[in-house]
């Protein structure tokens, strides 16, 4: 098979999450472990970072694999979904997997592929696990799918685990409390591995401090030793003055959006317990880690810029807690009128979000092109119960280009609501 039969196969052989929603839901590890046992366990076979959590896990850990690039690492990193192409799960130093290998991989182990009928994301785990130990990367930050006690991520065994902060989603499968979805993530950690939790909640305090003394493993809460106390941005640039172990730092960060005050707590709090490991990770290294994100990591979807007059930015946060937190970035700009195309996916808890949106704001809603969407009509008309006003779209850069063909150019267009929906867009 060539790469497109191969990308075929899998998305029509396997079950897809992102695709159908719950029915591709597994809830136990054993496929991934009967994977991993196939492929002579690659996941023992390189260091780890694991990075779990409702919101920042993906920046997070975008965060550490350019700082272990700037430190002289061969670096891999794992993530999902992908926007633009399946490749895009595995990257070492920022380049995305080959195509070659994954027909490589399909190709070597399609016999057992098709008789295990993994989900596509235990499939797509393995895959980078398989390609991390080939490449013989130094370390690979891994990125939790969902949750994490079940996820085929929790597999590894990390130097250390990050949790990003916790809000409301998937809670379907992971409860309807912070407290229970906190116990889902709680399940990344190891015994006498330490853990870094990038937020104080008070919801999951107890939660993650219980489980790491069950786990005998010290956890670290990283806004009780750092704060930041000061935050600029200029020119694509966020300019963070830390405090933290009695001194005062300044990080420039390529990665704009308020939310990533946190994100970058947590990052910080990781670089400090794995220097104790002996990782040669310099300040120098850090501040050029974090200053590079997107060129070194390819990270695209977070705040991005799209275009000027009208301003057009886009944003993958799409739950209840993400959008509080998007909604609070463009309160930081000057614009005369907002203009939001939005798209989710069925199973989100749209009340929650439809509630926060302002009323003020001229509405286009679109939907992705996945079967998991959320009608572009029926979404219009649960709005409208709130009060927001709007049309109706159902092509991503369709709703965009009406968006952006009304609006002024002193307007702001917002553009995301899902993964999906920033993934569509032309020439992201």
């Known amino acids: 098979m060539n790469y497109q039969e191969t990308l075929d196969y899998l998305y029509s052989a396997l079950p897809m999450f992102h695709r159908i929603g719950a029915a591709a839901f597994k809830k136990d590890l054993s496929n991934t472990q009967k994977l991993c046992a196939h492929l ?18 993906g920046s997070s ?22 926007l633009k192409d399946f490749t895009e799960r595995a990257r070492i130093n920022g380049k995305p997997m080959s195509e070659d290998a994954v027909i490589q991989f399909v190709e070597e182990n399609f016999e057992f592929l098709d008789e295990l009928r993994p989900s596509f994301f235990e499939m797509s785990v393995a895959m980078a696990f398989w390609y991390f130990a080939q490449e013989q990367v130094d370390i690979a930050i891994i990125e939790v799918g969902m949750g994490g006690r079940l996820d085929s991520t929790n597999v590894i065994s990390p130097e250390v685990s990050l949790i990003t902060s916790i809000g409301y989603d998937h809670m379907q499968f992971l ?63 966020a300019t963070f003055q830390i405090e933290g172990a009695g001194k005062i730092d300044t990080y420039d960060l390529d990665l704009l959006g308020v939310y990533q005050r946190i994100n970058l707590l947590g990052v910080l ?20 880690g974090l200053r590079e994100v997107i060129s070194s990591t390819g990270l695209k979807g977070r705040w991005q810029k799209l275009g000027d007059q009208p301003l057009m930015i886009c944003d993958t946060g799409h739950n209840e807690s993400g959008i509080r937190l998007i909604l609070e970035q463009i309160q930081t700009y000057s614009f ?28 286009v809603f679109c939907q992705a092109d996945i079967p998991r969407a959320f009608p572009c009509e029926e979404l219009k008309s649960l709005a409208e119960s709130f009060g927001l006003k709007g049309k ?19 307007d702001l267009i917002f553009i995301g609501g899902s993964t999906f929906v920033v993934a569509e867009i032309e020439n992201l």
Do not use: C
């Open 175 to 237: 409860g309807d409390t912070l407290a229970a979805i906190a116990g889902e993530k709680a399940g990344i950690i190891k015994p006498m591995t330490t853990v870094v939790i990038s937020q104080t909640q008070s919801e999951t305090v107890e939660v993650f401090q219980a489980k790491a003394e069950s786990e005998n493993a010290p956890i670290s809460f990283a806004d009780k030793h750092w704060k930041v106390i000061q935050r600029t941005e200029k020119e694509g640039v």
């Open 61 to 82: 850990s975008h965060m550490l694999a350019s700082i272990f690039q700037a430190a002289g690492y061969k670096t891999g990193l794992y993530t999902s979904p992908h």
């Open 269 to 288: 709090g990781v670089v400090s317990e794995i220097q104790k490991l002996g990782w040669h990770v310099e300040q120098e290294a850090v501040k050029k």
């Open 392 to 410: 109706a779209i159902q092509d991503v850069n369709a709703a965009m280009a009406e968006a952006k063909r009304k609006a002024s150019e002193n």
């Open 40 to 57: 002579n366990h690659p996941e023992n076979q390189f260091k780890s970072i694991h990075v779990a959590g409702t919101n920042g896990k």
């Open 336 to 363: 005369d009128q907002l203009w939001m195309v939005l798209g989710f996916v069925r199973d989100k808890d749209l009340d929650s979000v439809l509630s926060l949106l302002p009323k003020s704001a001229n509405y």
